[in-house]
């Protein structure tokens, strides 16, 4: 008997029927065609290639995450086939970076992209790199067109956007004339402004100053920006101070005062008025305009923690470093796992290392050699300023007198469009970033605003990273670090000798007056950068403390009181650095410390406000149902894990007080994230309950105080998280609110579902919090969505390097559909590493694709 499909139903739902199985099918085929189409792109990982250009044999080991080990026989084929592993894995992100960082998305996008690259083309990115190029050492330049050379290997062999990956059959519907050009060395030396952009220190926090200043007055502004708790939460040094001009970590503290303040642009009219504060939210569009290639919009959850403890407190007698640092949640994950290995050690092949890298940038960034391991967290100097000009037609005015403005067009090609023109106009401090979203309007005040960065001058970050990678002890690594110039970043240090380091290098810059922290005139000519930085050998650094171990996680680097350059008065609070700190001891009051300690702590999720503030919540006055809500608080020991249902409804309490209490009070720029600052500004105000700062400004004829504010934000709490999972208090857990998506940073935030699905990965339930060690960040102005994450984790055991272990937030392959693509996600999510092997012996043993390059 022949059946007939739908036979049983009704007539008019047999069509219904009928056509919900013609969509079901055409969407299998679909599926099955993407999937097809991506398989192509699929990199070959087993077998041989022939790679015109090597010197001689390569051979690539892969394990089963996809990670490939390198060996070489000169550095030369070591970056090129570098060159090459990367373009297989990530060639569409390495291609959609450097139209970022020289502004050329819209080629790529159209017209949708035409601001940020106008922000970009301004900033002058691109053209500071190629100035850059020049100025390299000889190697350097060898081993980025080496490197370039491998890369363009691979793309000549994939001409077709099919063979590239899936994102290129994409943008072939919507840009099909778009052909990727060969990769140049200044692609790869553009990328490190991207990175220093990213992981810039206090722009944004100067234009909130400014901009909260036409709300309140000044003492009220700088209440929200309070000094760094010394006392509470110790600093990275601790020792030490600058005697005959060197930083000497064992020079006792003499009759040295306090950094001097300086003066700096006062309120008034001229913050006050309308040009300035115009211009000065012009230049805040302008910044925002500009990708995040590292961070998120949300910087406030950027950050890292590094920290390494001696082998007098490890169980192997050898030192330990553990390094995560915090960026915002990308798919595929801006790191790229990697080992580069010279097969002999040899003046032409001195390279044995093993870490992190950057897709489209050779050697590694954070990682070990056979000898050495290092680890980076952001240390957050003071390094850009920004100065309200008096602009008159193509002058501005500087010392009295009208100075021409230097001028230079930008051509941007839009894809669908032609080519859009751009005027940068720019004075002795930098180019007019107020210019470039929006009409200046006339005044005879200050009516520009100028960017002065050090990442906007030729430095030599580039010769650093291949130094680093060479490095065999530490006077070698601080030689290497000397280098490092943008951005500037703590380093911390191991080697297998037993010596533990830390030192800050960076380009920092000295001002004539002022500390940076207020936008500041630029015609007097009083606030100007000197000509020469902080000396290098003035920074401070610190080998084999007496303790045994060093911590840095974005706090203040050293007390002023024993320091006198300005380094920044923006530090991170210390809540991250000093639960580690006490974690760290209460290790080593336990016993000898191993790298599955490092990792626990690592996954730390303690919130460092709790203690503080929930005191405050169980005191005050509370009717209705948020009274049974409040009691989760009372035994609640501060840890924030996916289960817990205290962290819930305390995170949650504290994203209504912060609003609650201050976005009355300030313009949408300037409210509260939610990072550590705002928990020293809280902090300080409970102890003050009738400070105008707890008043709703929006209601009449009633003044809150701080009991108003709490009580309801315990009831605004319960009544949103009852909203969203249920009335069941037992029912409620931090992982329901606190989820992270892992986003493609380029086609993930198209607006078009079936695409973004095919590249987004996710959600996750996540652990932790912002300032919570496993720092997880999110922003009280929206919701719960994880922002920020640990991007990736290591933990160097010099004992045995094959102890080590790492993890990365996505994985190797940048192919959606791979098997590497995510594969690593779920591990990070619940704090687990994979094997950092880096001996030959077991790089082969565990490795599961053998890939030959030949001549």
Same mark, same amino acid.
């Given at each position: 008997m022949?059946?007939?499909?739908?036979?049983?139903?009704?007539?008019?739902?047999?069509?219904?029927?009928?056509?919900?199985?013609v969509v079901l099918v055409l969407a299998l085929v679909l599926a099955g065609v993407l999937v097809y189409t991506a398989r192509r792109s699929f990199p070959q990982v087993d077998g041989t290639i022939r790679l015109p250009g090597l010197a001689g044999n390569v051979e690539i080991y892969r394990d089963k995450a996809g990670i490939p080990q390198i060996y070489a026989d000169s550095s030369e084929d070591l970056f090129m086939a570098q060159g090459f592993v990367h373009a297989q894995d990530r060639f569409w992100e390495m291609d959609f970076r450097r139209h970022v960082t020289s502004g050329r998305l819209s080629e790529l996008f159209g017209k949708a992209t035409l601001d940020n690259d106008k922000a970009i083309r301004t900033m002058g990115w691109r053209r500071v790199a190629e100035q850059e190029l020049p100025e390299l050492s000889e190697s350097t330049r060898r081993y980025l067109d080496s490197y370039a050379k491998g890369v363009n290997a691979w793309l000549q062999a994939n001409p077709n956007a099919s063979d590239r990956s899936l994102e290129y059959s994409v943008l072939k519907v919507q840009n099909g004339a778009y052909r990727p050009e060969p990769w140049t060395a200044a692609d790869s030396v553009a990328w490190l402004k991207a990175m220093a952009w990213d992981l810039r220190s206090n722009m944004e926090d100067e234009i909130d100053r400014a901009l909260a200043l036409t709300k309140l007055p000044r003492e009220r502004v700088e209440q929200l920006y309070p000094e760094y708790p010394y006392d509470s939460h110790a600093p990275i040094v601790t020792r030490g101070t600058i005697a005959d001009d060197r930083f000497d970590e064992r020079a006792r503290l003499g009759a040295r005062g306090t950094t001097t303040r300086g003066q700096n642009l006062t309120g008034g009219t001229t913050t006050r008025g309308q040009s300035v504060t115009g211009a000065l939210a012009q230049a805040a569009k302008t910044l925002d305009a500009v990708p995040g290639t590292m961070s998120a919009a949300d910087r406030d959850g950027i950050g890292s923690n590094s920290w390494v403890v001696s082998g007098e407190h490890t169980a192997s007698g050898k030192p330990l470093l553990a390094n995560d640092p915090h960026l915002s949640a990308q798919m595929p994950s801006v790191w790229y796992q990697v080992g580069l290995h010279c097969r002999k050690i040899t003046e032409s092949c001195s390279y044995d290392v093993t870490g992190f890298s950057f897709s489209g940038l050779p050697g590694v960034i954070i990682g070990h050699t056979d000898k050495i391991a290092w680890g980076f967290t952001n240390l957050g100097p003071d390094v850009a300023d920004l100065f309200l000009e008096r602009v008159t037609g193509d002058t501005y005015l500087y010392k009295g007198e009208s100075v021409k403005l230097e001028t230079r067009q930008e051509k941007i090609k839009v894809a669908g469009s032609g080519t859009v023109t751009l005027n940068v106009r720019s004075t002795r401090h930098g180019p007019l970033i107020n210019e470039v979203i929006g009409d200046v309007k006339p005044s005879d005040g200050a009516n520009a605003v100028a960017l002065q960065w050090t990442a906007l001058t030729p430095g030599t970050t580039v010769d650093a990273i291949f130094a680093m990678n060479a490095a065999t002890d530490w006077p070698e690594f601080r030689a290497a670090a000397s280098l490092f110039d943008v951005p500037a970043q703590n380093l911390v240090y191991a080697d297998t000798e037993g010596h533990i380091g830390y030192?800050?290098?960076?380009?920092?810059?000295?001002?004539?007056?002022?500390?940076?922290?207020?936008?500041?005139?630029?015609?007097?000519?009083?606030?100007?950068?000197?000509?020469?930085?902080?000396?290098?050998?003035?920074?401070?650094?610190?080998?084999?403390?007496?303790?045994?171990?060093?911590?840095?996680?974005?706090?203040?680097?050293?007390?002023?009181?024993?320091?006198?350059?300005?380094?920044?008065?923006?530090?991170?609070?210390?809540?991250?650095?000093?639960? *580690?700190?006490?974690?760290?001891?209460?290790?080593? +009051? &336990?016993?000898? /410390?191993? !790298?599955?300690?490092?990792?626990? *702590?690592?996954?730390?999720?303690?919130?460092?406000? +709790? &203690?503080?503030? /929930?005191? !405050?919540?169980m005191r005050v006055p509370l009717a209705g149902p948020a009274v049974q809500a409040r009691k989760l608080l009372q035994d609640w020991d501060g840890s924030q894990g996916v289960n817990s249902t205290p962290a819930a409804y305390f995170n949650a309490v504290w994203r209504h007080l912060l609003k609650l209490t201050f976005d009355d009070d300030l313009p949408a720029g300037a409210r509260p994230s939610g990072g550590d600052r705002w928990y020293e500004v809280v902090k300080r105000l409970l102890d003050a309950p009738d400070d105008p700062f707890w008043d709703d400004t929006?209601?009449?004829?009633?003044?809150?105080?701080?009991?108003?504010?709490?009580?309801?934000?315990?009831?605004?709490?319960?009544?949103?998280?009852?909203?969203?999972?249920?009335?069941?208090?037992?029912?409620?857990?931090?992982?329901?609110?606190?989820?992270?998506?892992?986003?493609?940073?380029?086609?993930?935030?198209s607006g078009i579902a079936p695409i973004e699905a095919l590249f987004n990965r996710g959600p996750f339930e996540v652990p932790g919090s912002k300032d919570a060690p496993n720092a997880t960040g999110w922003n009280v102005q929206r919701d719960y969505t994880v922002t920020s994450v640990p991007s990736m984790r290591m933990v160097v055991d010099l004992g045995d390097l094959d102890k080590s272990g790492w993890i990365n937030l996505t994985g190797a392959s940048g192919h959606a559909f791979h098997d590497n693509y995510w594969d690593q996600a779920p591990l990070w999510a619940k704090g687990e590493l994979l094997p950092m092997y880096s001996k030959p012996s077991t790089v082969q043993k565990a490795a599961v694709h053998t890939l030959r390059l030949t001549p």
């Open positions: 022949r059946l007939r499909p739908y036979a049983w139903l009704p007539w008019p739902f047999r069509w219904v029927a009928r056509m919900l199985t030192q800050a290098p960076g380009r920092i810059p000295v001002r004539e007056k002022g500390d940076g922290t207020w936008p500041v005139p630029g015609w007097t000519g009083e606030y100007d950068w000197r000509t020469a930085p902080i000396p290098y050998d003035q920074l401070p650094s610190v080998e084999d403390p007496a303790d045994g171990y060093i911590v840095t996680a974005n706090n203040a680097v050293i007390d002023p009181k024993r320091y006198r350059p300005l380094l920044t008065k923006d530090w991170a609070y210390g809540y991250r650095s000093q639960r *580690i700190l006490d974690r760290i001891k209460q290790e080593i +009051a &336990k016993g000898k /410390v191993d !790298a599955a300690t490092m990792s626990k *702590i690592q996954q730390d999720t303690y919130n460092g406000l +709790a &203690k503080d503030v /929930v005191p !405050a919540l929006t209601t009449k004829g009633r003044t809150e105080t701080r009991d108003d504010i709490l009580q309801q934000a315990l009831a605004a709490a319960y009544q949103e998280v009852a909203d969203r999972l249920g009335t069941d208090l037992a029912a409620w857990r931090w992982g329901d609110l606190h989820q992270l998506t892992l986003t493609n940073g380029s086609l993930g935030t």
